[in-house]
């Protein structure tokens, strides 16, 4: 979930595929209490990629477990601005993206509020092509052609976290050759091309550069994981909707959570997750390679401790510096975009944080839902 020049700037082409979000609960009207009064929560996600399969198909995998109520739906968008227009508008209830734009909007007196992590980190890697450039310090040269993503993309604002994570005093704007790619399969290509000699391609993409014109031929000049800790995506819904809908949120948070470590405890299962929700399925492979990724760096969270002043600091820090956000994002506070309410319920859900280390291990203790 990604950065936008101005709010809801940028509108792209809309891929939307209907899904229908499993799950034990009722009919009935909505509201703050438990199961059986639930509607279906209905969801917009802005990332179709594998890595996300456990959390956006969570209500369908898990949700019998924590009584989310039948038929809500998943739309996912190629465009995160007209993403959140549909939450704004009301026609869907909570968003699964990135918080650039729900700042801007709070910022413009919405509100909106995150409540639960969806994915920690990224798994984008910086690729350069080995016979221009074998250092992230060699990209400020105006030789080096590097492709960014569009002025509102998760990837430069990804690309700006590493600019500031490791101390080199620039943005993208300071990149003086630049080609707009706003696509990972379109960076891909160029890299593959050589029309470019920098570009972001994400973990399961690596390997088919590497394929097409040679291992020596790549060089990575940043795992995203490794340089930097951020929240790359989140849930996000109206504060009134919140107010109205606490536990259900909570559950729907507690699905989310419990999915991710499952998941990340068991390999059979997340390819099995994989190939139902991903059309013609993926191969084996890249399913290993998502999955001990994933595992290594928790990029899916299993907590919500995650979600904290610190990490939403840097991000307006980020933020600001790629101009994204106004100076006066810095005013404010933790609770103006934040709602613990349903995190707190989540984690009693669950009954309790686990560690990475028990994820991988196995030992997922039974929800007390």
């Known amino acids: 979930m990604r950065k936008w020049a101005r709010v809801l700037a940028l509108v792209g082409a809309i891929s939307l595929v209907m899904v229908a979000c499993g799950g034990d609960g009722g009919d009935g009207g909505g509201g703050g209490g438990g199961g059986g009064g639930d509607e279906p929560i209905d969801i917009a996600t802005t990332s179709t990629g594998h890595a996300y399969v456990g959390q956006f198909h969570a209500p369908e995998l898990f949700g019998d477990t924590f009584g989310l109520p039948e038929g809500g739906t998943l739309t996912e968008f190629e ?87 490791r101390n080199m005093g620039i943005t993208v704007n300071d990149l003086e050759n630049v080609t707009i790619l706003g696509d990972g399969s379109q960076r891909l290509a160029a890299l593959a091309n050589g029309d470019v000699d920098v570009g972001s391609v994400d973990l399961f993409e690596l390997p088919d550069l590497e394929a097409q014109v040679g291992a020596d031929a790549v060089t990575v000049l940043s795992v995203t994981a490794e340089d930097a800790d951020f929240l790359s995506n989140v849930l996000i819904a109206k504060g009134e909707w919140l107010d109205e809908n606490t536990d259900l949120a909570a559950r729907l948070c507690a699905t989310l959570l419990y999915s991710n470590r499952v998941l990340a405890s068991d390999n059979d299962q997340y390819a099995d997750a994989v190939n139902t929700y991903v059309e013609g399925g993926v191969e084996e492979d890249i399913i290993r390679t998502n999955w001990e990724f994933a595992r290594e760096f928790s990029i899916w969270p299993y907590n919500t401790d995650v979600v904290t002043p610190e990490a939403i600091e840097t991000f307006i820090d980020v933020g600001i510096e790629s101009g994204i956000l106004e100076e006066s994002a810095r005013e404010l506070t933790f609770e103006d975009i934040v709602d613990t309410r349903p995190m707190d319920q989540a984690m009693e859900l669950l009954g309790g944080s686990v560690t990475a280390e028990d994820v991988i291990a196995g030992n997922v203790p039974e929800p007390q839902a």
């Open 79 to 165: 465009d995160e601005s007209t993403a959140m227009q549909v939450l704004v508008s009301g026609e869907v209830d909570v968003l699964a993206g990135f918080l650039s734009a729900q700042l801007q909007l709070i910022q413009q007196g919405q509100d909106l509020k995150t409540f639960c992590p969806v994915q920690i980190d990224s798994t984008e890697q910086l690729a350069g092509l080995t016979d221009a450039i074998t250092s992230l310090d060699q990209i400020t040269d105006p030789n080096i052609r590097v492709a960014v993503d569009s002025p509102g993309g998760l990837v430069n604002f990804i690309m700006n976290l590493v600019f500031h994570e």
